[in-house]
């Protein structure tokens, strides 16, 4: 324990940067508190570009080592972290429902064992990544991945450790080094990763984790020369300032950004099933990239679904995610709940009704809200709340629901239900988004390709994809009988 550790909920976390293999104190600090309740849970390194260079330093150096490492070794120790994540699944659970207030039982069950599963996942990908040598005129073929070099990851606050996991898995991999920059709102499981990191034999160097604000470090980062890959998930003003801090040295960007997807209730659907992916939608309390926040309802059924919708989310039950029965939690930060009602209070003014909710319930807590007879150019319609906020409005043909599924900026996701299988065939052709869910929701595999479309995003991560990114993909092309008339 030194002046830098914080005990959180039981749990000594160091708030230094992780650089080089060594933690390193900024002189400044910023203040990390809980939205359980509002609490300071303690003050983090502050970093600047100072720390960002030497970050980016640390990664250069490291690189060349780990690059030629073999894939069985960087295997062999990705599955070593996977391992070290998977015993401390409670303390990483504890530590991020603290600092980001999403609910316990899920950072239990399900996002925990997926950051372990990110690490085991492209390891094993890794080992089987091939393509088929083919042939040219009798010249052969070969296409190799070969590292690209120092990445910079810089990740948002709604699932920390989970988004900055399926980044550092896959760049690790590839065999590149990496400097990750957690969000300032949820700064901490990175700085557990960076232990568990070290004790899986993770190499001194090769991951690097600096903390603090965007606007302080970020220029620092992505502008950098050495620097060979940025990936971001975050929001789109943000991300227009990446890739302008980007251009000078064109590093190449993936780009995981927001969200305004629709879920499509045709009047044969299940309704049952319908309402259920509806009220899914209020999950981490509403702040989910690919949340379906627009919910476009056939006009038949539009007031049994609303009827159905109210009924089921009065047994949602809200509060402290630590609790087992909870089933919506905080919002991260007060200035994040001001945003949301802002957004709802102007929706509200231009003649938008609040089926439920429409208010904060304190300063952590916004009461779940459904609000219909909005118009599709009005800015409740066509902006990311990032809340447990949601609209509601009818069609008649499914040209109108393709129609009005596709009128916004974005184009992440989008789901379907309908009993008709052609019409969900006819339908996802004409959507625009990077995932679409037929009958189902949040079901991700890490094989499948995953992005947005629009302002969505720019490229595709997962599987193969993430490869295809933080690697230099190249191909050899040998003669026939090459090696002839060269001893
Ligand atoms: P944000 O853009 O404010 O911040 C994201 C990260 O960028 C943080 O780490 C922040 O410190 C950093 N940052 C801020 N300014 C920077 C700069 N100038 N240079 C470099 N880094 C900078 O986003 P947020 O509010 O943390 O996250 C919410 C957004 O993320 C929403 O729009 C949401 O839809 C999106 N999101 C997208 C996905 C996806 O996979 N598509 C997943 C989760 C969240």
Same mark, same amino acid.
């Given at each position: 324990?030194?002046?830098?550790?914080?005990?959180?909920?039981?749990?000594?976390?160091?708030?230094?940067?992780?650089?080089?293999?060594?933690?390193?104190?900024?002189?400044?600090?910023?203040?990390?508190?809980?939205?359980?309740?509002?609490?300071?849970?303690? *003050?983090? #390194?502050?970093? &600047? /570009?100072?720390?960002? $260079?030497a970050a980016v330093a640390a990664a250069k150096a490291a690189f060349p080592a780990w690059a030629a490492t073999s894939r069985a070794e960087?295997?062999?120790?990705?599955?070593?972290?996977?391992?070290?994540?998977?015993?401390?699944?409670?303390?990483?659970?504890?530590?991020?429902?603290?600092?980001?207030g999403a609910l316990l039982?899920?950072?239990?069950?399900?996002?925990?064992?997926?950051?372990?599963?990110?690490?085991?996942?492209?390891?094993?990908?890794?080992l089987k990544l091939e393509h088929e040598d083919f042939e040219t005129r009798g010249h052969t073929n070969h296409v190799s991945w070969d590292p690209a070099g120092p990445s910079v990851l810089i990740t948002p606050w709604n699932a920390p450790l989970m988004l900055a996991t399926w980044k550092v898995a896959p760049a690790l991999a590839a065999g590149n080094t990496v400097v990750l920059?957690?969000? *300032?709102? #949820?700064?901490? &499981? /990175?700085?557990?990763? $960076?232990?568990?990191?070290?004790?899986?034999?993770?190499?001194?160097?090769?991951?690097?984790?600096v903390q603090g604000y965007g606007s302080e470090v970020g220029d620092a980062l992505t502008s950098h020369p050495d620097l060979r890959r940025i990936s971001f998930t975050g929001s789109v003003p943000t991300a227009r300032r990446i890739a302008e801090s980007a251009a000078g040295n064109l590093t190449p960007l993936s780009l995981e950004l927001g969200g305004k997807s629709p879920l499509l209730v045709f009047a044969d659907a299940d309704l049952d099933l319908a309402v259920d992916l509806?009220?899914?939608?209020?999950?981490n309390a509403g702040?989910?990239?690919?949340?379906?926040?627009?919910?476009?309802?056939?006009?038949?059924?539009?007031?049994?679904?609303?009827?159905?919708?109210?009924?089921?989310a009065a047994t949602l039950t809200q509060g402290d995610p630590r609790h087992?029965?909870?089933?919506?939690?905080?919002?991260?930060?007060?200035?994040?709940?001001?945003?949301?009602?802002?957004?709802?209070q102007r929706a509200l003014a231009a003649g938008a009704r609040a089926v439920i909710g429409g208010h904060r319930k304190d300063t952590q807590y916004y009461a779940p809200t459904l609000l219909t007879d909005v118009a599709q150019d009005s800015e409740i319609v066509q902006e990311e709340v990032f809340g447990p906020v949601l609209t509601l409005q009818t069609f008649s043909t499914e040209?109108?629901?393709?129609?009005?599924?596709?009128?916004?900026?974005?184009?992440?996701?989008?789901?379907?239900?309908?009993?008709?299988a052609e019409r969900a065939e006819r339908v996802t052709a004409q959507l625009v988004a990077g995932t679409v869910w037929v009958n189902c929701f949040f079901v991700r595999d890490l094989q499948a390709p995953f992005g947005g479309s629009r302002h969505s995003g720019v490229g595709r991560e997962g599987g193969t994809w993430s490869f295809d990114f933080y690697c230099d993909v190249k191909n050899t092309v040998t003669a026939p009988n090459g090696w002839k008339n060269h001893g």
């Open positions: 324990m030194t002046e830098h550790t914080l005990t959180v909920a039981g749990v000594a976390v160091d708030t230094r940067h992780w650089i080089g293999g060594r933690r390193v104190a900024s002189a400044e600090t910023f203040t990390d508190v809980s939205p359980i309740d509002g609490s300071v849970i303690g *003050e983090i #390194s502050r970093g &600047t /570009a100072l720390e960002a $260079a960087r295997a062999r120790i990705l599955h070593a972290v996977a391992d070290g994540v998977e015993k401390r699944i409670e303390e990483l659970s504890i530590v991020e429902t603290t600092d980001n039982r899920s950072h239990r069950r399900g996002v925990m064992p997926r950051v372990a599963h990110n690490f085991r996942f492209f390891a094993d990908w890794l920059k957690p969000a *300032e709102w #949820s700064p901490l &499981t /990175a700085s557990l990763l $960076a232990d568990i990191a070290a004790e899986a034999g993770l190499p001194a160097g090769v991951l690097n984790v509806a009220v899914e939608q209020y999950d702040q989910v990239c690919l949340a379906a926040t627009r919910f476009l309802v056939e006009e038949s059924v539009a007031e049994e679904f609303t009827r159905r919708f109210v009924e089921k087992e029965t909870t089933d919506i939690g905080p919002n991260i930060h007060p200035r994040q709940l001001e945003k949301i009602d802002a957004f709802v040209e109108e629901a393709v129609r009005l599924a596709n009128d916004t900026r974005f184009g992440l996701a989008a789901t379907l239900a309908t009993a008709d």
